[in-house]
């Protein structure tokens, strides 16, 4: 379907893909992964056709039908209800939609010859129409929004009244309904919560066409696609397997590459011996030569041997503290009087425990999190931090709030004026900044660079209590794993709020959920499994209390979330039944009317001009 060959791309004087070759065949479901800025977006662009190739060639296959979600919305088209803006994501039904209008207006003529070649028109687009889901295109639209997140009261509001995030789920919801063979999704669960996530799964499963995806997201990688594509150092190297088994095979293709490295640097430095030792003896010479030829080939087998080590994230280890690390005791908090986010809750944090606070956007998981760091006082209730208890916040609000025009190392020394150059030094570089790294400033690192260098900052002065807001935003897949790796290790509390579903699952041992609207907050003695289980047996009126489970069952998750889908469609059958009511009522008139209009344009003495009339209102009556 997708062939590159030898294709190459730069931007300024950087290599961005360096005669990169892969194909990607009809059917397959590719994830594509890589460091941030190694060229994924730029495969997308380049197969799109919104950029060209400096070398090489993309071929495509012949009318292949491409569906493409970018990061950014489409603009002017703020006013468009949200609804109508999903449905325009199907160009050729508007395209059919606006020919059978067409024809059926041309059908108020008397000429019966056109008329028959006309109908004969009329079912083929008819047919067209219905075998590209045009006339359920209204009810998919409506299920993709409500499954990302919308309520149904949201459907007719201008897309203009949404965030970015809330955007973003609008394009999303585009791409997935237009059903195209290949479908391309650059970062599909950014800006989603948790269940956004799992009915993004369960409806790309059910995707029929090819799809290739850009994702740091682990557990979507993992569920949907079979095949792997790393971008990374200019190249794009494929691995026939899913996430997992790339992972492995990344780590043993990394240790063989390492390993040859050295016999090569053990090579060169007996060469480098050899050259410095007889360079001086004319009786030597064409060995000398020879040696640096040798030399010459070593240095460029350097070049190709590329291995890319792990993520950095080093936590300190924590200072002592009592076993009750924080408590909420009737907790609630409100932004105007009388809203309240949440109300009633009562909550203890023990020390070691790693809780993840979750449910969906907007329900007022930061808003929690923000309280229980002290960062907001509570409306009402208390917060009660315990014995010797140190937290530390991080979020992406405060790695971006980082003063931009200082080093990493004035970073750190401006939290911790006391603390020596040798201990700020030592704490950098086990984030990743050692030597020269230390002096770059923030305005000059990236986003993953400046979520590291905001916990290095925060562990200046190590916390016993780590509360994190979205801790994984702007990390690759392997600074996330470092980062959970670290956490995992890590000796302190911890309570997060991650949509990373790998994220939470290997580091939560306990699940803090925050319901919409004020529905209250609950905990769960289970991991994010055990979560999702006891959830799906309550929405289907199952009894008992559900075992912790290593691997959840996904057939009671589906039916639960399955029995929400139907409840949302539901509601939209009843409001298309209530139309449906109101237009039974107008038919008798309509037909009346109808009567009228062919009578009149069976008189010979009406004018041209009220013909066409005649001739445009029957269209409308019959539509």
Same mark, same amino acid.
């Given at each position: 379907?997708?062939?590159?060959?030898?294709?190459?791309?730069?931007?300024?004087?950087?290599?961005?893909?360096?005669?990169?070759?892969?194909?990607?065949?009809?059917?397959?479901?590719?994830?594509?992964?890589?460091?941030?800025?190694?060229?994924?977006?730029?495969?997308?662009?380049?197969?799109?056709?919104?950029?060209?190739?400096?070398?090489?060639?993309?071929?495509?296959?012949?009318?292949?039908?491409?569906?493409?979600?970018?990061?950014?919305?489409?603009?002017?088209?703020?006013?468009?209800?949200?609804?109508?803006?999903?449905?325009?994501?199907?160009?050729?039904?508007?395209?059919?939609?606006?020919?059978?209008?067409?024809?059926?207006?041309?059908?108020?003529?008397?000429?019966?010859?056109?008329?028959?070649?006309?109908?004969?028109?009329?079912?083929?687009?008819?047919?067209?129409?219905?075998?590209?889901?045009?006339?359920?295109?209204?009810?998919?639209?409506?299920?993709? /929004?409500?499954?990302?997140?919308?309520?149904?009261?949201?459907?007719?509001?201008?897309?203009?009244?949404?965030?970015?995030?809330?955007?973003?789920?609008?394009?999303?919801?585009?791409?997935?309904?237009?059903?195209?063979?290949?479908?391309?999704?650059?970062?599909?669960?950014?800006?989603?919560?948790?269940?956004?996530?799992?009915?993004?799964?369960?409806?790309?499963?059910?995707?029929?066409?090819?799809?290739?995806?850009?994702?740091?997201?682990?557990?979507?990688?993992?569920?949907?696609?079979?095949?792997?594509?790393?971008?990374?150092?200019?190249?794009?190297?494929?691995?026939?397997?899913?996430?997992?088994?790339?992972?492995?095979?990344?780590?043993?293709?990394?240790?063989?590459?390492?390993?040859?490295?050295?016999?090569?640097?053990?090579?060169?430095?007996?060469?480098?011996?050899?050259?410095?030792?007889?360079?001086?003896?004319?009786?030597?010479?064409?060995?000398?030569?020879?040696?640096?030829?040798?030399?010459?080939?070593?240095?460029?087998?350097?070049?190709?041997?590329?291995?890319?080590?792990?993520?950095?994230?080093?936590?300190?280890?924590?200072?002592?503290?009592?076993?009750?690390?924080?408590?909420?005791?009737?907790?609630?908090?409100?932004?105007?009087?009388?809203?309240?986010?949440?109300?009633?809750?009562?909550?203890?944090?023990?020390?070691?425990?790693?809780?993840?606070?979750?449910?969906?956007?907007?329900?007022?998981?930061?808003?929690?999190?923000?309280?229980?760091?002290?960062?907001?006082?509570?409306?009402?209730?208390?917060?009660?931090?315990?014995?010797?208890?140190?937290?530390?916040?991080?979020?992406?609000?405060?790695?971006?709030?980082?003063?931009?025009?200082?080093?990493? /190392?004035?970073?750190?020394?401006?939290?911790?004026?006391?603390?020596?150059?040798?201990?700020?030094?030592?704490?950098?570089?086990?984030?990743?900044?050692?030597?020269?790294?230390?002096?770059?400033?923030?305005?000059?690192?990236?986003?993953?660079?400046?979520?590291?260098?905001?916990?290095?900052?925060?562990?200046?002065?190590?916390?016993?209590?780590?509360?994190?807001?979205?801790?994984?935003?702007?990390?690759?897949?392997?600074?996330?794993?470092?980062?959970?790796?670290?956490?995992?290790?890590?000796?302190?509390?911890?309570?997060?709020?991650?949509?990373?579903?790998?994220?939470?699952?290997?580091?939560?041992?306990?699940?803090?959920?925050?319901?919409?609207?004020?529905?209250?907050?609950?905990?769960?003695?289970?991991?994010?499994?055990?979560?999702?289980?006891?959830?799906?047996?309550?929405?289907?009126?199952? $009894?008992?209390?559900?075992?912790?489970?290593?691997?959840?069952?996904?057939?009671?998750?589906?039916?639960? $979330?399955?029995?929400?889908?139907?409840?949302?469609?539901?509601?939209?059958?009843?409001?298309?039944?209530?139309?449906?009511?109101?237009?039974?009522?107008?038919?008798?008139?309509?037909?009346?009317?109808?009567?009228?209009?062919?009578?009149?344009?069976?008189?010979?003495?009406?004018?041209?001009?009220?013909?066409?009339?005649?001739?445009?209102?029957?269209?409308?009556?019959?539509?």
């Amino acid at each position: 379907m997708i062939e590159f060959r030898q294709v190459s791309k730069r931007y300024g004087g950087q290599i961005v893909l360096d005669r990169v070759d892969f194909r990607l065949l009809a059917g397959e479901r590719a994830g594509i992964v890589g460091p941030n800025g190694a060229g994924k977006s730029t495969v997308f662009d380049l197969i799109v056709g919104e950029s060209d190739a400096d070398a090489g060639a993309v071929i495509r296959a012949k009318d292949v039908r491409i569906g493409y979600l970018r990061q950014q919305v489409k603009p002017g088209e703020e006013r468009t209800p949200l609804r109508k803006y999903v449905e325009r994501a199907a160009p050729d039904l508007e395209t059919i939609r606006a020919e059978i209008h067409r024809i059926e207006e041309r059908l108020a003529g008397d000429d019966a010859e056109e008329s028959r070649t006309l109908l004969r028109r009329l079912g083929e687009l008819q047919s067209q129409f219905e075998a590209q889901g045009g006339y359920d295109l209204h009810s998919r639209a409506a299920a993709a /929004l409500t499954g990302l997140g919308f309520r149904v009261e949201d459907l007719q509001k201008p897309l203009g009244e949404f965030s970015g995030g809330w955007q973003m789920r609008a394009e999303l919801s585009r791409a997935l309904i237009a059903e195209p063979d290949l479908l391309l999704l650059d970062e599909p669960s950014n800006y989603l919560d948790l269940p956004a996530v799992e009915w993004l799964r369960r409806r790309l499963e059910g995707f029929r066409g090819t799809l290739a995806m850009i994702s740091h997201d682990r557990y979507l990688l993992e569920n949907l696609c079979e095949i792997t594509l790393e971008v990374a150092g200019g190249r794009a190297t494929r691995y026939p397997g899913r996430y997992s088994w790339y992972a492995q095979e990344r780590e043993k293709r990394r240790e063989i590459s390492l390993s040859r490295q050295a016999n090569e640097d053990r090579k060169r430095e007996q060469i480098e011996r050899f050259v410095e030792r007889f360079r001086a003896k004319n009786t030597m010479s064409s060995r000398v030569q020879s040696r640096i030829k040798m030399l010459e080939k070593l240095e460029r087998t350097e070049e190709v041997a590329v291995a890319r080590g792990r993520g950095h994230f080093r936590l300190a280890k924590p200072p002592h503290c009592g076993q009750e690390v924080l408590r909420c005791e009737g907790v609630g908090f409100a932004y105007e009087a009388e809203k309240w986010i949440f109300r009633g809750v009562d909550l203890a944090v023990q020390k070691g425990e790693k809780l993840a606070v979750v449910g969906p956007n907007g329900a007022g998981k930061t808003t929690l999190l923000r309280v229980m760091a002290g960062q907001l006082a509570p409306g009402e209730g208390k917060r009660v931090a315990g014995h010797l208890v140190v937290p530390g916040y991080q979020s992406q609000e405060t790695a971006d709030t980082m003063d931009r025009t200082r080093s990493c /190392l004035e970073t750190l020394k401006a939290v911790a004026p006391d603390a020596n150059e040798k201990e700020i030094r030592t704490l950098l570089g086990g984030f990743g900044f050692s030597g020269e790294a230390a002096e770059k400033r923030v305005e000059v690192l990236s986003g993953g660079e400046r979520i590291r260098l905001a916990f290095a900052r925060i562990l200046i002065r190590p916390p016993n209590l780590l509360l994190l807001d979205e801790p994984t935003t702007h990390l690759d897949v392997e600074s996330r794993e470092a980062l959970q790796e670290a956490i995992a290790a890590y000796a302190g509390t911890v309570v997060l709020v991650s949509h990373d579903v790998a994220f939470v699952r290997a580091v939560a041992q306990g699940i803090v959920a925050v319901a919409p609207d004020g529905g209250g907050v609950r905990r769960f003695a289970g991991g994010y499994d055990y979560y999702r289980e006891k959830i799906a047996q309550e929405a289907t009126g199952g $009894e008992g209390r559900a075992a912790p489970a290593k691997d959840v069952d996904e057939a009671k998750v589906a039916r639960a $979330e399955a029995f929400r889908d139907r409840k949302v469609l539901k509601n939209e059958l009843r409001r298309i039944e209530r139309e449906v009511a109101g237009l039974e009522r107008e038919i008798p008139g309509l037909e009346q009317e109808q009567s009228a209009l062919y009578q009149k344009l069976a008189a010979t003495e009406i004018s041209p001009d009220d013909r066409a009339a005649a001739g445009r209102r029957l269209a409308e009556v019959e539509a």
